[in-house]
């Protein structure tokens, strides 16, 4: 099969694996314990930091280890409101961050807090002016994406940084998607936290981390043990924390030529896919992701052009209200000023290590079939576009 | 997620399309919540002889339109008429909860094409259950 | 090395690591995704779901995967005091619980909440007479652990239970030493809430997961994607689920055997050890954990037995201030009433599936030798004591 779905999930890459295995049942220590045993998982857990940490531009001892991207920004937002409410009860975030994000802040507003949620333009970015406007005296937290999820627009993280530095206000990124794809680096960045996830660039699922620059005031989220120097409690998982090390080292080290490698496959798609009439893309056409094409196919449905695929050997995903469990259309493409029915038609394809030119041959002739099919099949497409 | 009888009628729908003279056109949903169903009835001495759909939605949308096409046709109109949602979803092997709906879409397409035909024909409407229940886009 | 602290980790058996590799670079999926592969994924979390559910008679549906104990243990808590606020504001638990519990519920006294920390009797035993009198009708959970992780002690969660069930009041018990260890039946035992934690029984580190019964009503910890029925958000960590499922349905199969063999190996080490002079036993004599042995040895500081055990390949864990990050002795010590002295020379062994009897032989032996050498370097030996 053809896998066009890596912003979901990566395979494990293979030397990622092969680092993690001897973690398992032969290098099982606790790295909590005394003995010798133990000392190599805790070697092996500060290694990971050290890669996690000049992966992002951070110093080792500001690399705390999470389960995932999801815990990693439960974590950031959760633990600064809670650990500064005396500061103020205002939070800013953007309408298009990841549900980790605004599913939290929901939540937060339930225990009094107030969040400002900032629109995005029609390519989905936040305007740093839009940031610097909404702050105010109780703004004790700024969360905006490193770069979106569902359409690979990149924020202007960077200029959101400098405003927050300056206002004196802590900014949190969700880097879950950038992480090991584009450059970053906390520091020039004016960054105090971010978070990334293991899965997403091949490494581990159910690892992540979290950067907390020294500025940073914060709860734990996990309560119990002394693990993580008294941040995160629970008994490390030594194997998923090798491999995300791992994984992000080989990312940094491969980005350059694999962005590179991958953007030109991605323009080359895009550009194929808008000759089928009525297409558009969604997101930034120049500032986005290297792997990321999400574009929009009027009269049709996304969850059945994905059922086509599949039965085609093509993975990919939608943001239609009928593919997801909670028969939401995307909040990220509503944001993005477009209407449902458009929204309904709309495929992400999300390249990865593995995808090749002929790929792209492939998945654009299946394309061009899938999507004349349902339109013939569809109420709304116009005369002129069927052959049935 | 869904059962090889869903991927089949999804696959390779029977009875798509349109009929030109059509007796009767029912359409049901709407653009906004992602689901568009539009089924075409020709009736001759009570009897389904033809009829055709148009879908805008899911794999489930898709594959009730098709086996709820097939399920009719033939038969009488009253009989058409109580063709069930639940009697589609068992033809098709089941459909996943939260995708329930999507057939009722069929089941009420129907009862507005066979109200459309009973209104060209000067009969009373029958009483349709009304509204999308279970619908919650 | 003779591995004996299994109480802090296990090596993670190789049947279940053979289960795990097929998901983590070929069977890679999303769970969430809707194609073919991401089925495989699906299918296989849902396979441990069961696997989890029937260990613990619970039904599949009341399973929810978390990244360990800890994230159980917090997420039982904090999501039954946020989410049921409204109702009360008092907490039950006990003196002796792991930090897991303490440290959470020390953080929801800062949000407000009041916490009862029951006291125990010199066995580290909680009396469900004084649960039943702590409650009032402000409590809104009760949480106890099912066995203690330091001194074995089992608590009688059965008549805690029942007595949480006829108050009405919701009842949790952190059983991350107890399950995959000895029998656990949620439904029988009137529990609403159970934590457990698969490195602790031969599983992967890193997974565990918290059983929730149907009359809970519970708040999320990681708010976020609509995984694990929109209560868990994040991405599945697949193979770790994979893995947690096949250790416990193994554990469970061999369980009436192994807790045979382990508890005879143990009372065979409790024996001799006892054998030294001035050495007792913590914890209950009888109910406990198959494989816990807790003594403790006057005169001399647990850091240094560790130490010296170590040199001779013995991994064993203590009680010790002297061994902990933190440099407070053994709050679970303390509660028993032992005084600050003894409780720094308390040594714990925790047999494991590779334990055998010649290992006893050789940690009797070692530990006699290093206990008499501590002790004639110790001031505080009686000269009758001293060898040298
Ligand atoms: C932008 C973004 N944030 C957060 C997450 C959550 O990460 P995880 O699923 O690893 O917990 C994801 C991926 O699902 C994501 O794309
Ligand atoms: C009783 C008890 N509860 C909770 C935990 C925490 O489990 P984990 O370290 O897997 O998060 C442990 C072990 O460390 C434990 O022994
Ligand atoms: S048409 Fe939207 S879920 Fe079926
Ligand atoms: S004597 Fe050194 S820490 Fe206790």
Redesign the interface.
């Given at each position: 099969f053809i896998y066009m779905d890596n912003a979901a999930t990566t395979p494990t890459r293979k030397e990622v694996v092969d680092a993690m295995i001897p973690y398992m049942s032969d290098n099982f220590g606790n790295p909590s314990s005394l003995y010798s045993i133990a000392e190599l998982s805790a070697e092996a857990v500060e290694t990971a930091r050290s890669q996690v940490a000049s992966a992002i531009g951070a110093l080792p001892k500001e690399i705390y280890f999470t389960s995932g991207g999801t815990e990693a920004d439960n974590w950031a937002i959760k633990g600064v409101a809670f650990a500064n409410r005396d500061k103020g009860n205002h939070i800013i975030t953007s309408q298009v961050e990841h549900h980790a994000v605004l599913h939290t802040t929901e939540w937060l507003e339930k225990q009094g807090f107030e969040v400002t949620y900032l629109p995005v333009d029609k390519y989905g970015m936040v305007s740093p002016g839009d940031v610097r406007d909404a702050i105010t005296d109780k703004t004790i937290l700024i969360t905006i994406m490193t770069a979106n999820n569902e359409i690979g627009t990149i924020m202007p993280i960077a200029e959101i940084g400098k405003i927050a530095r300056e206002k004196g206000v802590l900014f949190h990124t969700d880097a879950v998607q950038a992480a090991g794809h584009i450059p970053l680096d906390v520091s020039e960045m004016n960054i105090d936290m971010l978070s990334l996830s293991g899965h997403k660039f091949r490494g581990p699922k159910g690892t992540g981390a979290l950067y907390i620059g020294k500025r940073v005031k914060i709860d734990p989220l996990m309560h119990g043990g002394a693990q993580e120097r008294h941040r995160r409690a629970g008994t490390e998982n030594v194997p998923g924390i090798v491999g995300l090390g791992k994984a992000i080292e080989l990312s940094a080290a491969e980005m350059e030529e694999e962005s590179g490698r991958i953007s030109s496959l991605r323009d080359m798609l895009i550009q194929k896919l808008l000759e089928i009439p009525k297409s558009y893309l969604n997101g930034h056409p120049k500032i986005r992701l290297p792997n990321n094409v999400n574009i929009v196919f009027e009269?049709?449905?996304g969850?059945?052009i994905l059922?086509?695929l599949n039965?085609r050997g093509i993975c990919a995903s939608t943001g239609?209200?009928?593919?997801s469990?909670s028969?939401?259309?995307s909040h990220v493409l509503m944001a993005c000023g477009l209407?449902?029915?458009i929204i309904?038609g709309s495929l992400r394809l999300t390249l990865g290590h593995d995808t090749t030119e002929d790929d792209i041959e492939y998945v654009v002739q299946n394309i061009r079939e899938v999507v004349q099919k349902l339109r013939?099949?569809?109420?709304?497409t116009p005369p002129e576009l069927r052959n049935? | 997620?869904?059962s090889d009888k869903v991927?089949d009628h999804?696959?390779n729908?029977r009875n798509?399309?349109t009929i030109e003279d059509a007796d009767g056109i029912g359409?049901v949903g709407n653009?906004?919540?992602?689901?568009?169903?539009?089924i075409y009835i020709k009736v001759r001495d009570d009897i389904i002889e033809d009829v055709k759909f148009?879908?805008?939605?899911?794999?489930a949308?898709?594959a009730s339109s098709s086996m709820a096409t097939e399920m009719i046709k033939g038969k009488t109109v009253k009989e058409a008429w109580d063709l069930s949602n639940k009697a589609v979803a068992e033809a098709l092997e089941g459909l996943p909860p939260?995708k329930l709906h999507c057939s009722v879409l069929a089941e009420e397409a129907i009862h507005k094409a066979i109200n459309d035909y009973r209104a060209k024909n000067g009969l009373e409407p029958w009483e349709e259950k009304g509204g999308h229940q279970e619908h919650?886009?």
């Open positions: 009269y049709i449905e969850e059945s059922l086509m039965r239609s209200a009928c593919s469990k028969l939401d259309p209407p449902h029915e309904h013939n099949m569809s109420p709304l049935n | 997620m869904y991927m999804f696959e729908p798509q399309g359409e653009p906004q919540c992602g689901d568009i169903m539009k148009q879908t805008f939605g899911c794999g949308a898709i939260q919650h886009h």
